[in-house]
C-alpha cells in the first residue's frame, strides 16, 4: 500500500496502519505508544485533546518534558489542584452560600440540606459532572470517585473516629443517613449491572434527593415540637419543686453550632439525648485542611461566649485592638490579597509551611477574583480597593471559565472585550458611589456574585483534575476506573479524613460519623443525578456506561454496601455504640477491598 505525496503521513511504529489526515477524528488516543514521534501524534489526533480542560498535558510530557519529568509534574500540579478545589469551596463557595441561605430567610434545617450540601459537595459533584460531561468513558472514572471516596469515608474516616474516641450514636439522623446512602449505592449499583443511565434513572436520583430533604425538614419539625413540649413540662415541674432542682450553671448535653467549613450559622441544640445535626451542615468540606479549631458549648441559656478560656483570651484580644491603629484603605487591600503571616508561619510544622506555600498563590488569585461577604462581622469584610478590582476581573474570569471569551460577537468582538467594558463600568460606579470604611447597603448582592465566581472557579479547577487524572492513566496504563477510586477519591477525602478526626478529638464523634455517611451520600444522588440528567437531556438517552475489562466498579460497589449493611447491623445490635473492634474491622475491610480491587486490575492485564 502507498500514499500520495500530497497527504501527511502521521507517524507509527509498525504494526498499525498510519492515519492520514483525515483520520486524526477518528484514531484512539492510546496509539500514541506505537507512535515515532509521540509529540506529533499527541498533538494532532483528536482523541488525544482535552475535553473539558485549558492544557493538553500529554502534549506537555511529550513536547516539552521528559516522561518520569511529567509524570512528577503532573503529581505536583494535582496537589495544587486540589488545594485550589478545598480552598474555593470553603473559603469562597461555602460564605456565599451562607449569606444567600440568610438573605432568603431559610431555616437552618432547610439550608442544611439544600445550599449547604451544595457547599460542601460542591467539589466531588463538580468532579462528576466533568468527569461525566467532558471524558469519553468518563462515567467510569466518575463512578471510580463516587465508589472510592465512599468506601474511603465509611470505613477509614469512621474506623478512626471509632479507634481515638468511644462514643454513641444519635439513632435517628444515623439510621436516616446510612439507609438513604444504601438506596443510592443500590440504585448506582443497578445502573452499572444495565450498562445505561435512562432519564427516568437520573430523575429517580434526584426524586431521592427531595423525599431525603423532606423527611429531614418534617423529621425537624416534630423533634421540635417534642422539645418544646419537653422544656414546658421542665419548667412546670421546676415551678411545683424549686428545692429539688439545682440548675444554675449547669449545661445540657449538646452539640456546639458549629461548621467546620464556615458556612454560617448550623442548626439549634438539643435536650437530653440530642438529635445529632443533619449531616450536611456538619460535613466538613472535601479536599480542605484546616487546623484544629475550638468549639463550644451553649448553656441552658443559650449563651454560647463562655468558654473555658473566655476570661483569658478577650482581654488579649481587647489590648491587641487598641495597640494596633485601624488600617488606610489601602492596607486594607494589600492585607487582603496577600494574606501571609510572617510570625503563624514560623511557628508552624513543616506540613503547614508547605501547605501555605502551595494556597498562597491560589488564596491570592480567588481573592482578586472573588467576592466574599461575612455577617458575622461589623464590616461584612467590606475592602473597597478590592471590590473595584474585583469588578473588572469577575467578568473575564466567567467568560474564560465558561469557555466563551474568545466567541466573536458580529463577528468582530470577541466576548471577553464586552466583559471587561462591564467589568470597569461596574468599577468606576463601585468606586465612585461608596465609602472605603463602611460597606454599601446592599452589600449582600456581593454574595450572590461570589456565589457565581466560586461555581465557575470550581468547574474549572474540577475539569483540571479529571484532565490531569485521564493524561496519567493513559501515561501510566491505568483504567480510568481505579483512577477515580484511588487518586480522585483520596484527594477528594482527605480533607474529611483530617477535618473529621480533628472534630472527633475535640468532643464531637457524632458530627464525624453522621458527615460519613450523610454527605457522601448526597454527592452520589446529585453528582449522578445532575450529571446523567443534564446528558440525558442534552445528548443522548439512555446514556451508557461503558463495559470495563475489569471488575473495579462491581467490587468498589460491592465493598461499599458490605460497609453500610455491617454498620446499620452491627451499631443497632451494640445499642449504636461504637468501639475499638467496630473501628479495627472497618479499617480491615478497606484494606481487603484496596488489595481485591489492585488484584482485579492486574489480573485484567
Keep these: 500500500t502507498t500514499t500520495t505525496t500530497t497527504t501527511p503521513v502521521a507517524p507509527n511504529a509498525t504494526t498499525t496502519a498510519a492515519p492520514n489526515t483525515t483520520d486524526w477524528d477518528t484514531v484512539d488516543c492510546l496509539q500514541y505508544k506505537h507512535a515515532s514521534d509521540k509529540c506529533y501524534f499527541v498533538s494532532n489526533a483528536d482523541s488525544c485533546q482535552p475535553d473539558g480542560g485549558f492544557i493538553n498535558y500529554l502534549t506537555l510530557v511529550y513536547c516539552q518534558l521528559t516522561v518520569g519529568g511529567g509524570i512528577a509534574f503532573l503529581i505536583l500540579w494535582l496537589v495544587v489542584l486540589f488545594v485550589a478545589l478545598g480552598t474555593t469551596a470553603e473559603e469562597f463557595f461555602c460564605p456565599a452560600l451562607s449569606v444567600i441561605s440568610d438573605t432568603l430567610k431559610l431555616s437552618h434545617n432547610v439550608a442544611g440540606v439544600t445550599f449547604l450540601a451544595l457547599g460542601n459537595g460542591a467539589p466531588d459533584i463538580f468532579s462528576v459532572y466533568s468527569s461525566i460531561k467532558n471524558v469519553k468513558d468518563g462515567m467510569n472514572l466518575a463512578l471510580g470517585e463516587l465508589f472510592g471516596a465512599g468506601c474511603f469515608v465509611t470505613t477509614v474516616v469512621v474506623g478512626a473516629v471509632s479507634l481515638s474516641v468511644p462514643f454513641t450514636l444519635t439513632r435517628r439522623p444515623f439510621l436516616r443517613d446510612v439507609m438513604v446512602y444504601i438506596v443510592a449505592t443500590v440504585w448506582t449499583y443497578v445502573i452499572l449491572w444495565d450498562g445505561k443511565v435512562h432519564l427516568y434513572e437520573s430523575i429517580g436520583y434526584i426524586a431521592i434527593y427531595i423525599v431525603y430533604v423532606g423527611v429531614v425538614v418534617v423529621g425537624r419539625r416534630v423533634y421540635q415540637r417534642r422539645k418544646s413540649q419537653l422544656l414546658e413540662q421542665r419548667r412546670l415541674q421546676h415551678r411545683a419543686a424549686p428545692h429539688h432542682e439545682h440548675q444554675q450553671g449547669k449545661k445540657l448535653s449538646v452539640h456546639a453550632i458549629y461548621s467546620i467549613v464556615n458556612s454560617g450559622d448550623a442548626v439549634a441544640s438539643a435536650i437530653a439525648e440530642p438529635e445529632a445535626e443533619d449531616a450536611l451542615i456538619r460535613r466538613p468540606h472535601a479536599g480542605s485542611f484546616r487546623k484544629p479549631h475550638h468549639i463550644q458549648e451553649i448553656d441552658e441559656d443559650g449563651d454560647d461566649s463562655h468558654t473555658e478560656d473566655h476570661d483569658e483570651v478577650m482581654p488579649l484580644l481587647e489590648q491587641d485592638v487598641e495597640d494596633n491603629p485601624p488600617q488606610t484603605p489601602m492596607q486594607q487591600f494589600l492585607s487582603a490579597v496577600f494574606p501571609f503571616d510572617a510570625k503563624e508561619f514560623m511557628t508552624d510544622n513543616i506540613f503547614w509551611k508547605s501547605y501555605a506555600v502551595v494556597k ?142 480533628t472534630v472527633a478529638r475535640q468532643g464531637f464523634p457524632q458530627m464525624a460519623v453522621g458527615a460519613a455517611f450523610g454527605g457522601p451520600a448526597l454527592n452520589m444522588l446529585l453528582g449522578i443525578g445532575v450529571s446523567t440528567l443534564a446528558v440525558c437531556i442534552t445528548k443522548t438517552n439512555p446514556f451508557p456506561v ?34 475499638r473492634r467496630y473501628g479495627m474491622y472497618l479499617c480491615a475491610l478497606y484494606a481487603v477491598y484496596l488489595v481485591v480491587a489492585v488484584l482485579d486490575q492486574v489480573l485484567a492485564f
Aim: hydrophobic share 55%.
Design 360 to 501: 498562597l498563590p491560589v488564596q491570592i488569585l480567588l481573592t482578586i477574583t472573588t467576592p466574599v461577604v461575612d455577617t458575622d462581622v461589623d464590616d461584612e469584610r467590606w475592602i473597597k480597593y478590592l471590590t473595584v478590582l474585583q469588578c473588572v476581573a469577575a467578568p473575564l474570569l466567567i467568560v474564560f471559565g465558561a469557555g466563551e471569551g474568545l466567541v466573536l460577537l458580529d463577528d468582530k468582538f470577541p466576548l471577553w472585550s464586552l466583559a471587561l467594558l462591564v467589568g470597569v463600568l461596574c468599577a468606576v460606579i463601585m468606586a465612585v458611589i461608596t465609602s472605603p470604611y463602611t460597606p454599601p447597603k446592599h452589600h449582600k448582592l456581593l454574595a450572590f456574585a461570589g456565589f457565581l465566581v466560586s461555581v465557575i472557579w470550581i468547574y474549572v479547577v474540577a475539569n483540571e483534575i479529571v484532565n490531569v487524572l485521564q493524561t496519567l492513566g493513559r501515561i501510566i496504563g491505568i483504567g480510568d476506573a481505579v483512577l477515580g477510586l484511588t487518586v480522585l477519591a483520596w484527594g477528594n477525602s482527605i480533607g474529611d479524613f483530617v477535618s473529621n478526626l
Design 546 to 579: 461503558p463495559k470495563q475489562s475489569n471488575h473495579v466498579l462491581a467490587i468498589s460497589g460491592a465493598f461499599l454496601l458490605l460497609s453500610l449493611v455491617s454498620t446499620i447491623i452491627f451499631v443497632p445490635l451494640n445499642k449504636f455504640a461504637t468501639g
